[in-house]
């Protein structure tokens, strides 16, 4: 901090007496614990391959990621795990990702992004509509996705706490 702070401010001030502070001792259990927290991920899709990659690709960028092939496995997922994001597919075997959304927007706040072949403008405008937070279509470039993610997680921990997603 003092050649940063001081040399500046020397010039514009005169001359200063820098003083260091001892930097205080970190508890290494609770910064390892705190470390250890990552962002849960679920990842709503029909698609085996996608599931597979995003998983990895999101490991591999510090998140805990999991997968669903379906809106059962997806319900599933929630209660098994605490999850901080949803990634949905519209179009699943069994309910449709618009559905999904309204259902888990109905029971909680958790953020839902939208990730979809259906591009359309109205396919997105009802997707925000039944409580998604973002839309992206397929073809996607996970490091879109991955900003998406991470800007979708820092809005939501920035509410105040009464307005934050229910933990599991």
């Known amino acids: 901090l003092c050649p940063l702070f001081c040399i500046?401010?020397?010039?514009?001030?005169?001359?200063?007496?820098?003083?260091?502070?001892?930097t205080p001792?970190?508890?290494?259990?609770?910064?390892?614990?705190?470390?250890?927290?990552?962002?849960?991920?679920?990842?709503?899709?029909?698609d085996p391959e996608i599931r597979r990659l995003l998983v990895d690709y999101l490991a591999k960028n510090g998140f805990e990621a999991f997968a669903?092939?379906?809106?059962?496995?997806?319900?599933?997922?929630?209660?098994?795990?605490?999850?901080?994001?949803?990634?949905?597919d519209l179009m699943l075997p069994d309910t449709d990702g618009l559905t999904l959304?309204?259902?888990?927007?109905?029971?909680?706040s958790m953020p839902v992004l939208m990730l979809t072949a259906r591009g359309e403008e109205?396919?997105?405008?009802?997707?925000?509509?039944?409580?998604?937070?973002?839309?992206?279509?397929k073809p996607f470039s996970p490091r879109e996705l991955l900003a998406r993610i991470k800007t979708i997680l820092r809005r939501t921990r920035a509410l105040p706490p009464n307005l934050r997603p229910e933990s599991h």
Do not use: F
Request: proline residues 4%.
């Open 8 to 22: 500046p401010a020397l010039r514009t001030h005169g001359p200063l007496q820098c003083v260091t502070l001892p």
């Open 25 to 46: 001792k970190l508890d290494r259990t609770s910064y390892k614990t705190a470390m250890d927290n990552k962002d849960r991920i679920l990842i709503v899709d029909d």
């Open 68 to 88: 669903a092939k379906d809106g059962r496995e997806m319900w599933q997922g929630l209660e098994r795990h605490a999850i901080d994001l949803v990634v949905l």
């Open 101 to 108: 959304c309204r259902d888990l927007r109905a029971r909680s």
């Open 122 to 137: 109205a396919d997105r405008i009802v997707g925000i509509e039944m409580g998604a937070d973002d839309y992206l279509v």
